[in-house]
């Protein structure tokens, strides 16, 4: 069944450490979205890709940074967590259906302490 | 550029009621999507109907319909025969017609429906 995966679903780290969030798909979906949550439930788009090689920076700045080596995997990194890095990381795919749509994985809630 | 406001952040329903949550968006441009998704307590963001701009008939989706009026930017949610399953966070979104096919979202209304 084609469904969005991402991993860790909760991550509980410390401040400086460096950390990695998947996300992979089985949609056959090329356009694909990062979506940061805030504790107010306000969603930003914080990175998107078109496809393979493809990155863009999203509508909020973020320190984290991303990647797509493959159509089926998007990982977000950050560097050097930080507190204010605290937010539940939403993944999310774009294509199928009329018009086209965006679905969402189960997100990643990320608190740094 | 394109925003969305939705100015209840609560609302409550009593179970077998139907409520409407509003949303408002200002843009200027003619061809555009707009959506409702919603996000139960702890649960995945799922898409609950969705609107072409282009089309004056309004979406509907089992108990739950659309009311887009497009000349006033507004595009609200009926939900008819509230279900204790519905209690969740509800997010109106706008995607530009264009190939970036990015949502911007509204500030969402949570919904509590109640025995």
């Known amino acids: 069944e084609a469904d969005i995966y991402q991993t860790p679903r909760y991550l509980v780290i410390g401040t400086g450490k460096k950390i990695t969030l998947e996300c992979s798909q089985t949609m056959g979906h090329d356009k694909m979205y990062w979506y940061q949550q805030d504790p107010g439930m306000e969603l930003h788009l914080i990175h998107y890709?078109?496809?393979?090689?493809?990155?863009e920076k999203g509508d909020l700045s973020s320190e984290s940074t991303v990647s797509r080596i493959r159509t089926e995997h998007f990982p977000l990194t950050l560097e050097s967590a930080r507190p204010s890095h605290t937010s539940q990381y939403l993944c999310a795919t774009h294509g199928g259906g009329s018009p086209d749509t965006q679905y969402f994985g189960p997100g990643t809630r990320l608190t740094v302490l | 550029a394109q925003t969305v406001t939705q100015s209840q952040p609560e609302m409550s329903v009593q179970e077998a009621e139907t409520v409407t949550l509003s949303c408002t968006y200002d843009t200027s441009e003619n061809n555009y999507y707009l959506f409702w998704y919603k996000q139960p307590p702890s649960r995945q963001m799922i898409l609950v109907i969705r609107q072409e701009a282009y089309k004056q008939q309004n979406a509907t989706e089992n108990r739950f319909s659309v009311n887009f009026q497009k000349a006033a930017k507004s595009f609200s949610l009926k939900i008819s025969d509230s279900q204790l399953g519905d209690t969740a966070m509800y997010f109106c979104?706008?995607?530009?017609?264009?190939?970036?096919?990015?949502?911007?979202f509204g500030t969402g209304t949570r919904l509590q429906v109640f025995p």
């Open positions: 890709s078109y496809g393979v090689n493809s990155t």
């Open positions: 979104a706008f995607m530009k017609q264009d190939n970036t096919d990015k949502l911007i």
